[in-house]
């Protein structure tokens, strides 16, 4: 249904199950190396901690997190996805792209990716959290599996020519064609061409934001170039547990952010790897949501 869906929305369109590729490898920069062995979708927190203030209590244990929500498998265990940075370690807020792997024997080797907001000039610098990170602060959509390369979904598509980004083209023709049936997905894509718009948190708001304008100024927008790698999950419905339908963030070495949409549909090339999340693990839903910033 992919395959019917996407041309809407882009002019050349490829979707194939294939092997996954091994992701630890150029140009994926993973480490995991598949998707595969109890895929779940976790989602952390919510921007209800984060606006209209931040609630700086919200500091989650990563680790902890991945390791309950695969219980009982007996590997090395991974997760990637899209989040807020640590905020203890960093000192500041920041954007946290999350890439995280805990050995058999429960040590954590994070190869997470952070951006902030720096200097004068209001530039994007990108970091890396420390390996013994186990830290995740306000709020985070990660897919969490045990690495194993078996079967992925990959989607191929250039040119856009609709109006919907990436992930929304895909989560929209799921959504269409599973109605109510809740599926969730998680990956990763590279934007191989062009450029896209991704935004980078301010530290945390001084005053309420209560508005989509106010949180847009709060946030700064930078047109980031390709090649960006973006990890995160989507889900076709809320579950009655508040899911935020899709967030992906994405890195290189010297730009990352949270992907909205890509500036240059002409020349813009996407090729992702996906896997389906066969749970889904709710960490401290907010019991007083809002729909702010969820794009
Ligand atoms: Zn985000």
């Not at 984060?50 to 219980?71: H, Q």
């Amino acid at each position: 249904m992919l395959v019917k869906k996407l041309p809407g929305n882009f002019a050349s369109v490829e979707v194939k199950v294939v092997d996954c590729p091994n992701l630890t490898e150029e140009p994926f920069r993973l480490t995991t190396p598949g998707l595969g062995g109890s895929p779940t979708l976790i989602e952390i927190g919510g921007n209800a901690f984060m606006m209209p203030l931040a609630d700086l209590t919200k500091i989650y244990n990563v680790k902890e997190i991945i390791e309950k929500s695969l219980d009982g498998a007996d590997s090395n265990l991974y997760a990637i996805g899209a989040g807020a940075g640590p905020f203890p370690s960093i000192g500041k807020n920041s954007e946290g792209i999350y890439n995280v792997k805990i050995s058999k024997q429960g040590d954590i080797e994070n190869r997470s990716y952070i951006s902030k907001v720096e200097g004068p000039n209001e530039e994007c610098e990108v970091g890396r959290v420390k390996p013994c990170e186990n830290k995740l602060g306000i709020l985070g959509n990660l897919f969490a599996c045990q690495g194993i390369e078996g079967k992925v979904l990959k989607v191929h598509c250039k040119k856009r020519i609709g109006g919907l980004n990436f992930i929304e083209s895909i989560r929209l023709a799921l959504t269409e064609h599973f109605g109510s049936k809740a599926v969730g997905l998680g990956g990763i894509f590279l934007l191989k061409q062009g450029a896209a718009k991704q935004h980078v948190m301010r530290d945390f708001p001084k005053k309420p934001i209560n508005s989509e304008a106010e949180l847009n100024k709060w946030l700064a927008f930078y047109e980031m170039p390709a090649v960006l790698n973006a990890v995160g999950t989507l889900v076709t419905q809320e579950m009655d547990v508040d899911l935020r339908l899709q967030h992906f963030h994405s890195f290189s070495d010297k730009w990352a952010g949270h992907y909205h949409y890509d500036t240059t549909p002409d020349i813009v090339e996407y090729e992702g790897y996906f896997n389906i999340g066969e749970k889904v693990v709710r960490v401290d839903k907010p019991k007083n949501t809002h729909q702010l910033g969820r794009d």
